[in-house]
């Protein structure tokens, strides 16, 4: 989603020399990232020169920049009033339309702007492929993007975009092309790469360097490729992250398994985790399928006692967020309470997988809540497995977690929001990645009362309740 900080007054000899001044600072200031100071001297500067829409635009710019969307939409509306016929202004405007989820209003906005602009529409089209694939409607998103595409050299941005609406949409053959710009595009961390690109080719005699990237849910995904790749030739080195080293050990693919961010050693190829799919799935049907990850039987031995606590009851472990350092967490993470609320039943003895901050939550349950906390005995994904192993289902918000619990064939339910993550396709309550997974989908933005009220009764039906 691209923002056009641009002048929008034909006639720049018309504007106030203040005025105009104020907008050359602005600029200068937004491209350093001093948003704040940047609206306060256009604040001034509107109020001087009202009529302006350039200021008002601007304006709008750096109040979005700060995340203050409602008050970018105000100060866009102004500016419009000034000159509607400003396509510039319409697709700001539909921006922060998009990110206060005013989808149909965002795209109307965008279309405005195509329809009035003269020239190239490549970041009008990129920012109409946004909205729309943030209102689900991916087909029409992979329009736009190639639009967006066909008028600039080198758009990576709007192909990562249309990659992902073709992820979405299943259509993995055009998918992992354009997937693949993010090498490119500064999302993947920078290091020294040992040899050259591995482009699926038998290795016999010569060693693989796997590169992690991502987060543990991506890493857990890809799993599924590992004896695929290791049975092409010769050494296996894989990075990872720490915390998943001794589950996919147990795997005993790899011949050496180093973790994140250590010294990577030479090697004849490189090539990054999320790069794999690319080179061997094409459709559904070429899907590797789960299971693949099991836990490693040492490690089940100490979560006996717990699990012999529920003695009839369905043992269903839960989890309600995700990292809090990942930026999407609050559009999928739910409050304890909500899975207190609606799985708490008789017949069924819940317990907790979840990691980090969040467990504080089980706290201000009622009496502590008939809740058993795994968290002190989970050290590192291994340990979370073998808890797994030992549960009669899973039921969780969207993370890793959902990945690892599919992965070993466990059976598991995910509640989703209404903008879920590509992965788990649009539209279906079940998922080709993972059999055994199934997915809870909200009616619209916010639907999350009808998400928990549909597991519910299935699980009253499940418990025989």
């Given at each position: 989603?691209?923002?056009?900080?641009?002048?929008?007054?034909?006639?720049?000899a018309?504007?106030?020399?203040?005025?105009?001044d104020?907008?050359?600072?602005?600029?200068?200031?937004?491209?350093?990232?001093?948003?704040?100071?940047?609206?306060?001297?256009?604040?001034?500067?509107?109020?001087?020169?009202?009529?302006?829409?350039?200021?008002?635009?601007?304006?709008g710019?750096?109040?979005?920049?700060?995340?203050?969307?409602?008050?970018?939409?105000?100060?866009?509306?102004?500016?419009?009033?000034?000159?509607?016929?400003?396509a510039?202004?319409?697709?700001?405007?539909?921006n922060?339309?998009?990110?206060?989820?005013?989808?149909?209003?965002?795209?109307?906005?965008?279309?405005?702007?195509?329809?009035?602009?003269?020239?190239?529409?490549?970041?009008?089209?990129?920012?109409?492929?946004?909205?729309?694939?943030?209102?689900?409607?991916?087909?029409?998103?992979?329009?736009?993007?190639?639009?967006?595409?066909?008028?600039?050299?080198?758009?990576?941005?709007?192909?990562?975009?249309?990659?992902?609406?073709?992820?979405?949409?299943?259509?993995?053959?055009?998918?992992?092309?354009?997937?693949?710009?993010?090498?490119?595009?500064?999302?993947?961390?920078?290091?020294?790469?040992?040899?050259?690109?591995?482009?699926?080719?038998?290795?016999?005699?010569?060693?693989?360097?796997?590169?992690?990237?991502q987060?543990?849910?991506?890493?857990?995904?890809?799993?599924?490729?590992l004896?695929?790749v290791?049975a092409?030739?010769?050494?296996?080195v894989?990075?990872?992250?720490?915390?998943?080293?001794?589950?996919?050990?147990?795997?005993?693919?790899?011949?050496?398994?180093?973790?994140?961010?250590?010294?990577?050693?030479?090697?004849?190829?490189?090539?990054?985790?999320?790069?794999?799919?690319?080179?061997?799935?094409?459709?559904?049907?070429?899907?590797?399928?789960?299971?693949?990850?099991?836990?490693?039987?040492?490690?089940?031995?100490?979560?006996?006692?717990?699990?012999?606590?529920?003695?009839?009851?369905?043992?269903?472990?839960?989890?309600?967020?995700?990292?809090?350092?990942?930026?999407?967490?609050?559009?999928?993470?739910?409050?304890?309470?909500?899975?207190?609320?609606?799985?708490?039943?008789?017949?069924?003895q819940?317990?907790?997988l979840?990691?980090?901050?969040?467990?504080?939550?089980?706290?201000?349950?009622?009496?502590?809540?008939?809740?058993?906390?795994?968290?002190?005995?989970?050290?590192?994904?291994?340990?979370?497995?073998?808890?797994?192993?030992?549960?009669?289902?899973?039921?969780?918000?969207?993370s890793?977690?959902?990945?690892?619990?599919?992965?070993?064939?466990?059976?598991?339910?995910?509640?989703?929001?209404?903008?879920?993550?590509?992965?788990?396709?649009?539209?279906?309550?079940?998922?080709?990645?993972?059999?055994?997974?199934?997915?809870?989908?909200?009616?619209?933005?916010?639907?999350?009362?009808?998400?928990?009220?549909?597991?519910?009764?299935?699980?009253?039906?499940?418990?025989?309740?």
């Amino acid at each position: 989603m691209s923002t056009a900080l641009t002048a929008t007054t034909e006639d720049r000899a018309t504007t106030l020399a203040m005025s105009a001044d104020a907008f050359r600072q602005a600029r200068e200031l937004h491209d350093k990232g001093d948003f704040a100071e940047a609206e306060a001297l256009l604040r001034d500067a509107v109020r001087r020169d009202p009529g302006n829409s350039d200021l008002r635009n601007a304006r709008g710019v750096m109040l979005a920049a700060m995340k203050r969307y409602l008050d970018a939409v105000w100060c866009y509306r102004d500016a419009l009033a000034c000159n509607p016929k400003a396509a510039g202004i319409w697709t700001n405007l539909g921006n922060s339309l998009t990110c206060l989820k005013h989808l149909k209003g965002a795209i109307h906005c965008h279309q405005r702007a195509i329809a009035l602009a003269q020239g190239e529409t490549s970041l009008l089209h990129h920012n109409l492929g946004t909205a729309l694939a943030e209102a689900g409607q991916h087909g029409e998103a992979v329009v736009a993007f190639t639009r967006a595409i066909e008028q600039r050299k080198q758009y990576d941005l709007a192909r990562w975009d249309r990659g992902r609406s073709y992820l979405y949409l299943g259509n993995y053959r055009q998918a992992w092309p354009d997937y693949e710009v993010r090498i490119v595009t500064g999302q993947l961390p920078k290091k020294a790469l040992p040899g050259s690109q591995w482009n699926g080719e038998p290795y016999s005699g010569k060693r693989l360097v796997l590169i992690v990237e991502q987060g543990f849910g991506d890493t857990l995904w890809v799993a599924r490729y590992l004896p695929r790749v290791k049975a092409l030739g010769g050494e296996l080195v894989i990075e990872c992250q720490a915390e998943l080293i001794p589950l996919i050990a147990a795997m005993g693919v790899a011949d050496r398994l180093i973790p994140r961010n250590a010294p990577l050693p030479s090697a004849d190829f490189y090539c990054y985790l999320c790069s794999l799919p690319g080179l061997f799935t094409g459709d559904f049907a070429s899907i590797p399928t789960s299971p693949y990850l099991s836990a490693p039987p040492q490690r089940r031995g100490k979560f006996s006692p717990l699990f012999q606590r529920a003695g009839g009851r369905l043992k269903v472990g839960i989890v309600w967020s995700g990292s809090v350092t990942f930026k999407k967490n609050q559009e999928r993470a739910q409050p304890l309470m909500r899975f207190f609320q609606a799985f708490a039943l008789p017949g069924v003895q819940l317990y907790s997988l979840q990691k980090g901050p969040r467990t504080k939550e089980l706290t201000s349950l009622p009496n502590g809540g008939p809740i058993i906390d795994l968290a002190p005995y989970l050290d590192d994904f291994a340990d979370t497995a073998a808890a797994i192993a030992e549960l009669d289902l899973v039921i969780m918000t969207d993370s890793a977690v959902a990945h690892l619990a599919g992965a070993m064939g466990k059976p598991v339910w995910v509640l989703l929001g209404f903008v879920a993550h590509w992965l788990w396709l649009s539209d279906r309550t079940d998922n080709p990645w993972y059999p055994s997974l199934r997915l809870f989908r909200p009616r619209a933005e916010g639907d999350w009362d009808y998400v928990f009220d549909s597991a519910s009764v299935e699980l009253m039906n499940l418990a025989k309740f």
